[in-house]
């Protein structure tokens, strides 16, 4: 019983040791003037099925979460409009190192936990997944059902940030609601009983051909 004890504990710590040197991500000023103007953008979006490996950039990864839902103007509101201005939707960024939340006041990626978890949102050779989690605590009034109702209108307007601007700067996504780990993710994330996943898109370079 004290071997077992004790193991638990190294395991503990370990694992401890682990998620501390998973370390912030500072995020790069986002490049206002990068991309395709938006109709050209549009005639070229489209889904996909297959991606390079390659890492992005740092300066393409803050790109990316900020045209998804950053800060555009004085007042702190984003890029994306959500419902009563709850600003309910996280981003939740899978990546070989670890998972991340999108901070968008800090500009910012915070580490969640350490570990290469990039499988639970559904295997592919894509460098990064953005999970979409709405938290419908944050609306201030309406039922709950009305709540995720205008949860989920509000992660497509993000989706459609994400999609608009890899189409635009000749990146690669698409939108899946499909998670064979949705089970696991949870409490991999710490999620609250408020908040719920309802998309994910893989994002990365076009695959070689």
């Known amino acids: 019983m004290k071997k077992l004890i004790f193991s638990l504990f190294i395991l503990s710590l370990v694992s401890h040791t682990i998620a501390q040197e998973l370390k912030p991500i500072s995020l790069l000023t986002p490049d206002k003037t990068r991309g ?3 109709m050209q953008a549009l005639s070229v979006k ?3 099925r297959e991606w390079s ?3 992005l950039s740092l300066q393409d990864l803050s790109d990316l979460l900020w045209a998804a839902n950053g800060i555009n103007r004085p007042d702190g509101k984003r890029t994306a409009s959500s419902a009563q201005n709850a600003q309910d939707i996280d981003i939740y960024v899978f990546m070989t190192e670890g998972v991340y939340l999108y901070n968008a006041a800090n500009s910012s990626l915070d ?3 350490a570990g290469n978890y990039l499988d639970l949102p559904g295997k592919t050779d894509a460098p990064v997944n ?3 989690v709405t938290d419908i605590s944050r609306f201030r009034s309406g039922t709950d059902s ?3 109702a ?5 992660v497509g307007i993000v989706s459609q940030n994400i999609s608009l601007f890899c189409a635009g700067t000749g990146m690669k996504t698409r939108p899946r609601a499909t998670f064979p780990g949705k089970d696991k993710i949870p ?3 710490k999620l609250k009983s408020s908040q719920f996943i309802l998309l994910n898109h893989p994002v990365g370079y076009g695959k070689e051909e």
């Open 46 to 48: 489209a889904s996909v």
């Open 130 to 132: 953005l999970v979409l």
């Open 53 to 55: 490996s390659i890492s």
């Open 187 to 189: 409490e991999l994330l």
């Open 146 to 148: 009305i709540k995720l």
């Open 36 to 38: 395709l103007p938006v």
């Open 111 to 113: 580490p969640i936990v």
């Open 150 to 154: 205008w949860g989920h209108i509000d």
